[in-house]
């Protein structure tokens, strides 16, 4: 989830997929929810931005709204904070230099952080997190065993653990180990490019090549053939 202030150009502007040609503005100040799969904006024209990334279990805090209810979308940050949205965004254009605007966001959000009662995540879902980031699970029947082994040690039932996972990462668990997953090959493609796919897929734990095809179309809406060709300079973000 992320966080940003377009301090200048056009408002973001997102398609709602390859044959959607005008697509749709969001605003010039918004939050990007996290998302299982990819999304497309406009990138024709150069903007400047100042952002910040959302750790899981901060978006109650800063923004009055759990992650899952800004999950896969991109939401105005002026339907959370209402006018001090806007007030926000003068503030960082009215900014002389990169330094300053990167102090005035974060003081909004530690006066945000300062005036909320929310404190951080729930301590079944911190650590369901810290099991996740160091697990490599084989294939989906070996994701679903290892989601039933977090829900277990949670000590909740399997529908509570899912409902308290989901407010805080805006993802189920099994969603949530997809994209580590595939995470960890683009980190991994990033630094070897040269590698097979079929062997950063196995190292990652897909089952083959066809499930790594079907996984890697889904999230990023390309072939890892067609995302070699792209040589993005930023793992996460390709020009199309």
Wanted: no cysteine; charged share 20%.
């Amino acid at each position: 989830m992320h966080l940003v202030f377009r301090l200048s150009g056009p408002s973001l502007r997102l398609f709602r997929g390859g044959s959607d040609p005008l697509g749709f503005t969001v605003g010039h100040a918004m939050v990007g929810g996290t998302r299982s799969s990819f999304y497309i904006r406009d990138v024709s024209v150069a903007t400047r931005s100042v952002g910040v990334m959302l750790q899981p279990g901060a978006a109650m805090a800063l923004l009055g709204a759990p992650e899952n209810a800004l999950a896969e979308q991109h939401t105005p940050l002026e339907a959370l904070w209402g006018a001090d949205a806007n007030l926000a965004l003068e503030q960082l254009q009215a900014a002389d230099s990169l330094p300053r605007q990167l102090d005035i966001a974060a003081a909004l959000l530690e006066a945000r952080l300062a005036s909320s009662a929310m404190r951080g995540l729930h301590p079944a879902v911190a650590q369901a997190l810290a099991r996740m980031s160091g697990a490599s699970v084989n294939d989906d029947d070996g994701q679903a065993g290892a989601i039933g082994q977090l829900v277990k040690q949670s000590g909740y039932s399997h529908r509570r653990f899912i409902a308290l996972f989901r407010g805080m990462t805006g993802l189920a668990p099994k969603q949530y180990a997809r994209i580590l997953r595939f995470d960890q090959v683009l980190g991994q493609f990033a630094i070897r490019p040269d590698r097979p796919w079929v062997e950063l897929a196995l190292e990652a734990g897909y089952s083959d090549q066809a499930h790594f095809n079907r996984e890697f179309q889904a999230i990023a809406g390309m072939s890892p053939q067609a995302y070699r060709r792209a040589a993005p300079a930023s793992s996460r973000h390709v020009r199309i």
